[in-house]
């Protein structure tokens, strides 16, 4: 079985550390629009470092200098928590004796960082970095990659991510797949498709999306 991370296990938003640096909603939302983008954070998962990104935007927008450098110095904060829920699933799906990978878009610096952070990233049998692979999510090659290097059966693979681009691109190469909406929908499939016994996980849980970080 293949987990995402950010979005299946991690609770990471770049809002959750800019939101302690703006006072107003709207010119958080517009920076993040307009300046620290998605598309330029989309080079970071393919290998571009933060601080030399971070190094370039500031000089064409220094004004947002102090801003933009705190993507690259503090951008732990952009994770608020983790999903207990999908961390017992992947306890769950280990106990099964199935092997288990990642298959992630994450910056190559961060990755050594949140992988000492959490116990459970140690658990994966193999791990996909896109910042490490210079290519990510949803390219067909990362996926192409995941099968050749683990040498796994794309019909006898099952991901599970956030997104629905990515997974549309997985079953193009006959993976195996399951859109996460939450560890209790994702759980009961995993049920359903004989994965995991029924009733494998109680209830409780899952009462919340997403349990905060208390040292943060």
Request: net charge negative.
């Amino acid at each position: 079985m293949v987990f995402d991370l950010g979005g299946v296990l991690l609770d990471w938003n770049p809002r959750h550390l800019y939101r302690k640096l703006f006072t107003d909603e709207t010119e958080m939302e517009v920076f993040l629009t307009d300046i620290c983008s998605s598309a330029w954070h989309a080079s970071h998962d393919q290998g571009v470092s933060t601080s030399a990104s971070c190094a370039e935007l500031s000089s064409r927008h220094p004004e947002y200098s102090d801003l933009i450098w705190a993507w690259s110095t503090r951008g732990e904060e952009m994770i608020a928590g983790v999903d207990e829920g999908s961390v017992e699933v992947l306890r769950a799906v280990k106990a099964t004796g199935m092997p288990c990978f990642a298959l992630t878009n994450m910056e190559e610096e961060t990755y050594p960082l949140r992988l000492r952070r959490f116990e459970f990233l140690g658990w994966f049998d193999g791990t996909i970095v896109s910042g490490q692979e210079g290519i990510a999510k949803p390219d067909l090659a990362i996926f192409s990659l995941l099968l050749e290097r683990f040498e796994l059966n794309p019909r006898t693979t099952l991901m599970t991510d956030d997104l629905e681009v990515n997974l549309e691109v997985a079953r193009t190469l006959g993976i195996q797949t399951i859109l996460f909406q939450s560890s209790r929908q994702l759980r009961s499939e995993l049920e359903t498709a004989g994965v995991l016994p029924p009733g494998d996980l109680g209830c409780s849980r899952d009462e919340g999306p997403m349990t905060k970080l208390l040292n943060m």
